[in-house]
Every structure is written in structure tokens, then in C-alpha cells.
């Protein structure tokens, strides 16, 4: 199959808001407001529990006031920057440092100053208090901070959508028997193009393989065999991805697996028995640099493999939603943009000017240079106003037949 019948989307966050998710400020906010979060006997927080207040509420109220002393720090680092705000996925990335260090997990000396400078406050907020249950210290607080964080994430995307008919410019172009190979690269943790791909009853390849007991677990070797005509990547992982021993079905020292319903805490492997989500919360990267030593581990090591080695194989890539702020994801679109000139990247956006400006610099230092070669044709629209038409009619080899 020669390049020319080959497109790929890559896909952010942005393709989600018109379906209702929460954008990234919304998210900030509750997390470090903490309303109605509680802490669950499974060991993972809820949300929506509205009787209980922030005070009150042990594991909570450390959390929040570890993370609001965070943010000033953040902050304070960024106040030249007059249209920075602190988000929760940096607070998630300065945690992640704190926590490799304090682990071993990553040797890195600069972070320990930081972890002086912030130990006296932590053990004002390890003390016990009346309504303790649990002895606290700065180890069980920062490893609690990730897991509030990342709770409070898939809790909130898992809210269901409504007609997803906005991302027909998506789905029209899996449809289109013009186009013979189509590959999705997403970096949101919600089911939102899933269920789009559903609703127009189109067929792809995730990667997961049939149900065993009500359980898919994810197979690389189902792509190296794939003849699917649309391919989906999740780069990021899912609020539906979850962690379980190791089974005949896998090919690594753990099993990631789709479970078919939500009662992830009553799944059977495939010999027969119960089997329980590792920490009972899914399997998604949260944060920013820190993402990128993900993709060398695990699933997203097989991922980012995929992800590097199908892009190769298209000239042209649509990017929907996406405001290229992953420096990892960042570096393998500038590689393949250099592959050749016949490569072109399609940027659907109503604001290109402002998407440029927040774009990081490895995306902002070559772009004049692909407008030039008129390499990257603009879209000027959101999503859920753009048809496939009009993507398709920036397409060099579409308009070249």
C-alpha cells in the first residue's frame, strides 16, 4: 500500500470539550479545591460526596494544602509569564520528582533542595489530628498526592457523552473509500472517540485483544499483524485501561486489561479466578516531562514504538485538538516532518496564531519554515464545525489525482 492512501490524526484534548469533558482548568480547580472528594475504603478517592467538608476530611485536607504550596512555587517560577496558569498537570510533574527522588526511583540532586525546602511545611501537615486513623509522613503524603490527582482525573472524565456527530470529520474519513488506511493517535485518557467510532459502527484496531471472562488485554503483536483499515493508539493510556497479574495472554510482567464493565473490582482471569485492579485506579500517564520517561516502560514503550514506526509510514497528518505540548510527541513529528518534503501536516484550528504561540519551541522554531514549503495548510475551525471535506481538500495527493 503506497503512502499516498495513508492519513493519521493526532488527536488532544480539545476534541473533547464540545462532548462536555472537563477542560484542564476545570480539573485544576477541583482538584485544588478538594469539594466533595473523599477517601474510599478501596483506597482510591471519590468524588461527589457532598456531606462531608474539607476539614473534616483527613487524607483530603493534607492533600490540597500540600498541592495549593506547590502552586505557589509553580507560580512563583513562571511570574514573568503574565499568561501562564498553574495547572494540575504540572503540580502532577513537580509530585512525580518529589516522589522518584524520595523513592530511588530517579537519582536526581537538584530536587533534594527542593525536598528541604518543603519538609517543614509537609510535617505540619503529617501530624495526627483527632480524626486520624493512619500515621502520616512525608513519604505516604506525596504518594497520596500523585493518587488524589490522578483519581480525580478519570473520575471526572468518566462522565457519559451525548451525540458525538462533532467529530464527524474524524469519523467521515475512517469511511471514505478514498482514504484506505487511517491511524488514530490520541493523547486523552477519555473513551470519547471510541464511542464516536461506536456510534458510526466503524471497526478498529486498539491493540486489545477479544474478551476472555470479560476481560481484553492489551497484545502489541495484534498491530504487527494488523490489516484493520483504522488503527487506534491511546499514546496516554485510558480510563479504561487497568493493571493485573500476568496471564498466557500477555507478553509482559503485567497485564494490561479492558474489563467490560465498570465493576473493575469483580473481574476473573483466564484460568478462572478473581483477579483485582493493581491500586484500583487505571492505567494513563498524568503530567509533563515526566511523561516521557513513561515511554521507554511498559505498554507505552510499545506504544510510542507503534506510534514512531506507523507515522513513518504516512505524508499526511491531521492534527485536531492538540496544542503541542508534548515534548516527547513533539520531537517524532519534527523527526518525520524532516523525512521528506512530501510530508504535510494539516492543522485544524480556529486560533492558529495563538496555538503557535503556546506550542513549544521545537514546533514554533520550524514552523515558518513549513509555511514556507507550504507544508502546514491551516484549517481555520474547531473540531465540531469542520467536515471531512474540507480536511480532505488540503490533502497533496488527493489534490494531485
Not at 93 to 112: A, K, L, M, R, W
Request: hydrophobic share 35%.
Amino acid at each position: 500500500m503506497s503512502n499516498a492512501n495513508k492519513i493519521a490524526f493526532l488527536l488532544g484534548s480539545g476534541i473533547s470539550i464540545h462532548a462536555g469533558m472537563p477542560t484542564t482548568s476545570n480539573i485544576t480547580a477541583r482538584i485544588l479545591s478538594g469539594e466533595a472528594v473523599t477517601y474510599h475504603s478501596d483506597g482510591t478517592y471519590y468524588l461527589d460526596d457532598l456531606s462531608i467538608d474539607l476539614a473534616s476530611n483527613d487524607n483530603v485536607w493534607r492533600i490540597v494544602l500540600l498541592l495549593k504550596r506547590i502552586q505557589i512555587e509553580i507560580d512563583s517560577y513562571y511570574w514573568y509569564d503574565h499568561h501562564h496558569t498553574t495547572n494540575y498537570e504540572e503540580i502532577y510533574y513537580v509530585c512525580s520528582q518529589i516522589h522518584d527522588s524520595i523513592f530511588g526511583e530517579y537519582d536526581n540532586p537538584i530536587v533534594e533542595s527542593f525536598i528541604d525546602k518543603l519538609t517543614p511545611y509537609a510535617n505540619q501537615l503529617t501530624k495526627p489530628r483527632p480524626n486520624s486513623i493512619v500515621e502520616w509522613n512525608f513519604e505516604r503524603l506525596i504518594s497520596e498526592a500523585l493518587n488524589y490527582i490522578r483519581d480525580v482525573v478519570w473520575r471526572l472524565l468518566l462522565k457519559e457523552p451525548g451525540n458525538l456527530g462533532y467529530l464527524n470529520c474524524i469519523t467521515d474519513a475512517c469511511l471514505d473509500p478514498q482514504i484506505q488506511k487511517v491511524d488514530l493517535y490520541t493523547l486523552n485518557h477519555d473513551t470519547i472517540l471510541e464511542s464516536a467510532l461506536f456510534q458510526r459502527r466503524i471497526d478498529s484496531n486498539i491493540g486489545f485483544g477479544n474478551f476472555v471472562n470479560d476481560v481484553r488485554y492489551w497484545d502489541s503483536l495484534l498491530h504487527e499483524k494488523d490489516e484493520s483499515k483504522v488503527c487506534l493508539l491511546k499514546l496516554h493510556g485510558s480510563i479504561n485501561w487497568f493493571r493485573f497479574q500476568p496471564n498466557q495472554f500477555t507478553h509482559a510482567p503485567i497485564a494490561t486489561g479492558i474489563p467490560k464493565s465498570w465493576d473493575i473490582w469483580d473481574t476473573y482471569n483466564p484460568t478462572g479466578e478473581r483477579q483485582y485492579p493493581e491500586g484500583g485506579r487505571p492505567e494513563f500517564l498524568a503530567g509533563t516531562f515526566n511523561k516521557m520517561l513513561s515511554y521507554t516502560n511498559g505498554i507505552y514503550a510499545d506504544l510510542f514504538c507503534l506510534f514512531r514506526r506507523n507515522l513513518r509510514n504516512i505524508d499526511t497528518l491531521i492534527v485536531c485538538g492538540y496544542s503541542f505540548g508534548d515534548k516527547g510527541i513533539n520531537s517524532q513529528v519534527v523527526d518525520w516532518m524532516y523525512l521528506s518534503e512530501k510530508k504535510q501536516m494539516i492543522i485544524v484550528h480556529k486560533e492558529p496564531d495563538r496555538l503557535l504561540e503556546q506550542s513549544r519551541g521545537v514546533i514554533r522554531n520550524n514552523w515558518e519554515e513549513w509555511s514556507r514549503q507550504n507544508r502546514v495548510p491551516i484549517v481555520r475551525k474547531w473540531v465540531e464545525d469542520c467536515t471531512w471535506n474540507e480536511i480532505k481538500a488540503n490533502i497533496t495527493f488527493i489534490q494531485n489525482d
